[in-house]
């Protein structure tokens, strides 16, 4: 997963894509070449769900673009975040915790009040309510739709991009 999540971060989508595939998809692919997942290999559910999220970070930056199953890459990103949350509770090995923190550590450089602050008020803290590890990856997914497809809040938009930018930090922290 760490090493998918570094050529992410690097701007090498596909051979992102080629590494994260066999950890996260049952069948052999063209690119990713053969399945970890086949019943003869024993990979963990907590790697599985690494992948997976990774997967869908990596779909959620392809955008408006068709890709796989003819899908759009912001809802390729969506059913790789539904895979992510199908391990059970083996998911929490993702760092939701610390992704909703630094999240909402950078959304205090936008001040009190804003349409950055409406977005975690709504998205993060009210969704999440007393629970201090939900992060809805789902919800960026959105926002980074809704930004890149207007001319709208420059705020928002450069917002959007630091909280990608942190998310897949915090998961590349955890995998090394």
Known sequence: DGVGLVCLGNGFVDE???LITPLSWKDETHFGGPTLLSSSTA????VV???????????????????????IGYQNANFWA???HSRGDQCCSVPYKDIRENVLRISQQ??????????????IIDEGGIDDEYWEMRALHQLCAAVSSNDGDDKLKEFAEKAAEVELRVLMKCCF
Do not use: I
């Open 16 to 18: 992102a894509h080629n």
């Open 43 to 46: 990979v963990d559910d907590s």
């Open 49 to 71: 769900s690494m992948a997976s999220y990774a997967h869908a970070l990596l779909h959620r930056k392809e955008g408006f673009s068709r890709g796989e199953f003819g899908m």
């Open 82 to 84: 539904r895979a992510t």
């Open 110 to 123: 936008y001040g009190t009040t804003g349409k950055v602050q409406d977005w975690c008020q709504d998205h």
